[in-house]
């Protein structure tokens, strides 16, 4: 029976897969029952992974069998009571309170952790001696990394007109970006075609048998 | 008071979680840890708080027979199996609130909600990424018009990271002597990616880091205030 049941799994999904990439034609009836599961799929997976893997393991197991210990808890617990209370519009202000922590939270800690990560830690592995190694190839890939990392800058830096040697420096910057932006893109490509080649796996392995895994 | 109060639970909030990170001690420490952990939880509650009112705003469009409205019932009944057979029988690492039978386990080979995951989530959301490759072509095809020395350079960079990536990279330089082997396309595109990429992502790091912080600023001073809504 486990086998047949495989046998019908892969059929459902070789449908959904059919389903969705006839959108590749136009939008189609099909492809809007596809879309529409996997809307009702990723909602009910996220609401059973949060329960299961947020407030049960932080919330209720800690409240249910330690409530002495835990009584502080019933805080947070009680802001998110207030938070679903968005759902009805004569009371929704009340969630105000519990957003107001959530944003305050969010606030602190990225105020934290973006300067620490994206600011110091960056700054920091800029401001290296690119003529340390004696190995010609990474002296130019530490001065290109030096001098595109302070153009970079220079071109996000709105406060002064980008003209004269500003501007030819923040034009030197856009180069740069063009060039991670480029990169980026190449990558992007890629991780979608390997995408698209893991379906065809599917397709022709999975369900029609004509390649081997 | 609607307004005045959250607004002041922000900015203590806030204040305390940047307090703390300069006095790690008592009380700052204890209450910012506290903090996260409440966050983790309300996170929680608005994660809910999201499929909820999904589940809501599906079902208001199908009782006001809204255009294509029954195409939301199957999202509703979607949401529906799959929260009754999450919360049921569990799933691979949680029990459920009734024990699954050895009977219903041989059968789909799986826990229900695990079999949903595997022929179905799976394959969606695998097959509605992989979608976007198609799409790809026609934005490349934008993209890789070199009309100025700025989109040259972001070709270049594209095709070059995407040869030396791939097999047919290595195959198309492989002749190239062991001297030379800087004009490789792998060695090409490890330098793109270490280097100038690295400076570009740098540089954008950087500024969107500031940006953020300033943001974060303005919400706990009280300058930001969309975040309460309109009224």
């Known amino acids: ?213 | 008071m609607r307004r005045q109060i959250p607004m002041l639970i922000t900015f203590f909030v806030g204040t305390l979680i940047i307090v703390s990170e300069f006095i790690p001690h008592k009380p700052f420490g204890t209450l910012s840890t506290s903090l996260e952990g409440w966050f983790l939880i309300i996170s929680g509650f608005a994660i809910i708080l999201g499929q909820l009112s999904l589940f809501k705003v599906n079902i208001i469009k199908i009782s006001r027979k809204a255009p294509n409205w029954p195409y939301y019932i199957i999202a509703l009944v979607s949401f529906s199996i799959m929260v009754i057979c999450g919360i049921l029988w569990g799933t691979q690492k949680q029990p459920g609130l009734i024990p699954i039978s050895d009977k219903m386990l041989n059968f789909f080979g799986y826990k229900p909600f695990d079999y949903i995951f595997k022929y179905m989530f799976e394959n969606l959301s695998a097959t509605m990424f992989s979608l976007l490759a198609f799409f790809m072509a026609s934005a490349s095809y934008r993209a890789f018009r070199a009309r100025s020395p700025e989109s040259t350079l972001l070709l270049v960079a594209a095709v070059l990271v995407m040869l030396g990536r791939t097999t047919i990279g290595s195959s198309l330089t492989g002749w190239i002597p062991e001297s030379l082997s800087f004009l490789h396309l792998p060695n090409i595109a490890s330098f793109i990616m270490k280097y100038p990429n690295t400076a570009g992502q740098r540089a954008i790091l950087m500024c969107a880091g500031l940006g953020v912080i300033g943001s974060s600023l303005r919400i706990i001073l009280g300058i930001e205030r969309s975040y309460l809504g309109g009224k």
Not at chain 1, 59 to 83: E, K, R, S
Not at chain 1, 165 to 187: C, D, E, N, Q, W
């Open chain 1, 1 to 213: 029976m486990e086998i047949l049941m495989h046998r019908i799994g892969i059929w459902i999904g070789v449908f959904l897969t059919f389903a969705i990439f006839s959108f590749l034609y136009k939008d189609n009836p099909f492809y809007k029952i596809a879309e529409q599961i996997f809307i009702g799929i990723s909602a009910g997976y996220w609401f059973i992974y949060t329960i299961y893997n947020i407030l049960i393991p932080n919330l209720f197991v800690p409240v249910t069998t330690d409530l002495a210990h835990n009584f502080l808890l019933l805080i947070p617990a009680f802001l998110g009571i207030l938070m679903l209370c968005r759902l009805i519009p004569s009371i929704d202000w009340v969630s105000r309170y519990a957003l107001a922590v959530v944003v305050g939270t969010t606030a602190g800690l990225f105020f934290k952790s973006y300067l620490q990560s994206d600011v110091l830690n960056q700054l920091t592995a800029t401001i290296i001696n690119p003529f340390a190694s004696g190995n010609a190839a990474q002296i130019i890939g530490e001065l290109i990394l030096i001098i595109g990392t302070l153009t970079g800058i220079i071109y996000f830096f709105f406060s002064k007109k980008h003209e004269g040697a500003f501007g030819t420096t923040a034009r030197v910057g856009i180069y740069f970006l063009m060039i991670s932006f480029g990169a980026a893109f190449g990558y992007t490509v890629m991780s979608r075609i390997s995408l698209l080649i893991g379906r065809l796996n599917f397709l022709l392995g999975d369900w029609l048998g004509i390649i081997k895994p």
